[in-house]
C-alpha cells in the first residue's frame, strides 16, 4: 500500500508531471512563472485547492452520483464543486488566516479556472483511484506544478537576457525553453518502475 | 452584413483565439498529436462556444452581474456534458483520443472569455458569429499544428478520420517521434506563434500580445469580478498596459509572458 502511494506520488511529481508532460495548468505556467516568489504562491495555492478539491469532489462522485447513476453530471458537479470550494477557502482565510490570505489570496480567484484542478479531480475518478490514492495522486501533481513552476522560473529570469530572433521574442521563445526543459523531464521516464516496482 | 462577416473573419488571424490571445493553450498544446484530434477538439470546442455564446446573450439582461460567472461557467458545462455524451456515442474513438481534455473544455479560457467580453454585450446573432469566428480560428490553428507534428512525428496525416490515414510517409521518412511527445508541443506551438507574428509584421500592423489582447482584460480591474473570467487574463497579461494604452491593473502582480515588442 505504502509502496502503491509514493509510487504514485512520485510518478506524479517527475514522471506524469502536470505542466510539462500532461500539459495541464499551462497558463499560470506560462503567466506567473516570471518571478520566483509569486511562482511559489501560485504554486502553493494550487496544491492546496488541489488537494481540498479532491477531497470533496471524490466522495461525492462515488457516494453520491454513482448511485443515482448521475455520473453523466460528473462535469457540471466537479466545477460547480471547484467554484464554491474556492470562493469558501478564500472568505475563511480573509478571517481567519489573514497573513496567509495576504499571501495566496489574490491567486485563489485564478484558480477556479485552472485546468490542472478540474484535471486532477477527472482523472482521479478516471483511474479508478480509491480516496487515499486519489488525495496522494493531488498532492503529488499539486508539487509536481510548483517543481517546474520554480524551475522554469529560474529559466526564466535567463531568457529575459537572451537575444531572440525578433519574432521569438516574448512568448514564443518562452514556449521552446518550455519544451527543452520538458525534454529534461522525459529522462525520468521508467525511473518509477526501477525504483518501486510497480 | 460586411460588418457580420468581419467578425467571424476576426478570429481566423487578427484575434486568433491560440496565437494572438493566447489562451486556451492547454488543449492546443495536448491533442495536437495528431490532425484529426485537433480537428475534432477544435469543432467540439466551436460546438459549444457557439451555443454559449448564443444562451449567454440570450440571458445577459436576466442574469445579476454579481453571479454571472457561476452562470457563465454552469451553461458552459452543460453544453460540454452534450457534447460529451453525443461523442461517447457516435466517435467513441475521438472520446478516447481527446479523453480528459473533452470535460476541460468548460475552463477553457477562450469560451469563458468570449461570454465575458463579448456575449454579455452583444446581441444573439452577432455572438453566435463570434463564436463561429473564434472556433474557426481555434478549429484552424489546432488542426494545422495537428498536421505539422502528426506528419513529422508519426509520417500520417488524418489518421483516424477514415479507415486508412489520408497519407503515410513513415515507411520512406523515418519519424522523428519526439515532435508527437510533449516537448514538441511546446515548441510546435512556440514556432507556431513566432509565425503569427512575423506573418502580422509583413502586415504592417503592430503586434499586440498582452492585456490587449486578453478577453478578461475588461473585468480585470474589479478584483472580485474577476473569479472566473480572468484566468486568461492573470495568464496572458496581469498589470499592464492594454491596446489603447489604457493601464490595467490586476491584483495578481503577475507579469505578462508575451511581450510583442
Known amino acids: 500500500m505504502a509502496v502503491k502511494l509514493a509510487a504514485i506520488f512520485f510518478s506524479m511529481i517527475f514522471v506524469d508531471n502536470?505542466?510539462?508532460?500532461?500539459?495541464?495548468?499551462?497558463?499560470?505556467?506560462?503567466?506567473?512563472?516570471?518571478?520566483?516568489?509569486?511562482?511559489?504562491?501560485?504554486?502553493?495555492?494550487?496544491?492546496?485547492?488541489?488537494?481540498?478539491?479532491?477531497?470533496?469532489?471524490?466522495?461525492?462522485?462515488?457516494?453520491?452520483?454513482?448511485?443515482?447513476?448521475?455520473?453523466?453530471?460528473?462535469?457540471?458537479?466537479?466545477?460547480?464543486?471547484?467554484?464554491?470550494?474556492?470562493q469558501l477557502l478564500e472568505t475563511v482565510l480573509k478571517k481567519f488566516l489573514p497573513p496567509l490570505y495576504a499571501a495566496l489570496g489574490v491567486y485563489l480567484p485564478l484558480i477556479t479556472t485552472n485546468c490542472a484542478i478540474l484535471g486532477v479531480t477527472i482523472l482521479n475518478i478516471d483511474n479508478g483511484y480509491n480516496f487515499a490514492e486519489a488525495l496522494v495522486c493531488s498532492a503529488g501533481a499539486g508539487i509536481g506544478f510548483l517543481l517546474a513552476m520554480v524551475l522554469f522560473s529560474g529559466v526564466r529570469s535567463r531568457i529575459e537576457e537572451a537575444k531572440p530572433p525578433k519574432c521569438f521574442e516574448g512568448l514564443p521563445i518562452t514556449l521552446v525553453a518550455a519544451s527543452l526543459v520538458s525534454l529534461s523531464f522525459m529522462g525520468f521516464g521508467g525511473i518509477i518502475e526501477a525504483i518501486f516496482g510497480v | 452584413m460586411k460588418e457580420k462577416l468581419k467578425i467571424v473573419t476576426n478570429g481566423l488571424l487578427k484575434e486568433n483565439p491560440v496565437l494572438k490571445l493566447v489562451l486556451g493553450t492547454c488543449p492546443t498544446l495536448a491533442v495536437t498529436t495528431m490532425a484529426f484530434n485537433g480537428l475534432g477538439m477544435g469543432l467540439a470546442a466551436t460546438f459549444v462556444l457557439i451555443c454559449s455564446n448564443v444562451v449567454i446573450s440570450l440571458l445577459r439582461k436576466v442574469v445579476p452581474s454579481q453571479v454571472r460567472i457561476p452562470c457563465y461557467i454552469t451553461v458552459i458545462a452543460t453544453f460540454v456534458t452534450v457534447v460529451q455524451m453525443l461523442m461517447k456515442a457516435f466517435l467513441y474513438d475521438?472520446?478516447?483520443?481527446?479523453?480528459?481534455?473533452?470535460?476541460?473544455?468548460?475552463?477553457?479560457?477562450?469560451?469563458?472569455?468570449?461570454?465575458?467580453?463579448?456575449?454579455?454585450?452583444?446581441?444573439?446573432?452577432?455572438?453566435?458569429?463570434?463564436?463561429?469566428?473564434?472556433?474557426?480560428?481555434?478549429?484552424?490553428?489546432?488542426?494545422?499544428?495537428?498536421?505539422?507534428?502528426?506528419?513529422?512525428?508519426?509520417?500520417?496525416?488524418?489518421?483516424?478520420?477514415?479507415?486508412?490515414?489520408?497519407?503515410?510517409?513513415?515507411?520512406?521518412?523515418?519519424?522523428?517521434?519526439?515532435?508527437?511527445?510533449?516537448?514538441?508541443?511546446?515548441?510546435v506551438f512556440g514556432c507556431f506563434m513566432a509565425a503569427a507574428i512575423a506573418l502580422e509584421k509583413i502586415d504592417g500592423k503592430k503586434v499586440k500580445l498582452g492585456c490587449g489582447g486578453c478577453p478578461s482584460a475588461a473585468c480585470c480591474p474589479e478584483a472580485q469580478a474577476c473569479a472566473g473570467g480572468c484566468e486568461g487574463c492573470g495568464a496572458s497579461a496581469g498589470g499592464e498596459k492594454d491596446a489603447a494604452g489604457q493601464v490595467v491593473e490586476t491584483e495578481v502582480k503577475t507579469d505578462e509572458p508575451g511581450k510583442g515588442e
Open chain 2, 94 to 187: 475521438l472520446y478516447a483520443a481527446l479523453g480528459v481534455f473533452l470535460p476541460l473544455i468548460v475552463v477553457n479560457c477562450i469560451i469563458l472569455g468570449r461570454a465575458e467580453m463579448f456575449a454579455s454585450k452583444n446581441g444573439v446573432v452577432a455572438s453566435a458569429l463570434d463564436g463561429l469566428g473564434m472556433g474557426l480560428g481555434f478549429t484552424l490553428t489546432l488542426t494545422l499544428m495537428g498536421t505539422v507534428r502528426e506528419i513529422l512525428g508519426s509520417g500520417t496525416w488524418m489518421a483516424g478520420l477514415l479507415e486508412e490515414p489520408i497519407f503515410d510517409l513513415s515507411g520512406t521518412i523515418p519519424p522523428m517521434g519526439i515532435l508527437s511527445k510533449a516537448p514538441g508541443g511546446f515548441f
Open chain 1, 18 to 86: 502536470y505542466v510539462l508532460s500532461k500539459f495541464l495548468g499551462i497558463c499560470p505556467f506560462l503567466g506567473v512563472s516570471k518571478k520566483l516568489n509569486s511562482a511559489v504562491g501560485m504554486s502553493v495555492a494550487v496544491t492546496v485547492v488541489m488537494v481540498i478539491a479532491t477531497a470533496a469532489t471524490w466522495p461525492i462522485y462515488h457516494y453520491i452520483l454513482v448511485p443515482n447513476e448521475l455520473e453523466y453530471m460528473q462535469t457540471i458537479v466537479f466545477i460547480l464543486i471547484i467554484a464554491v470550494l474556492v
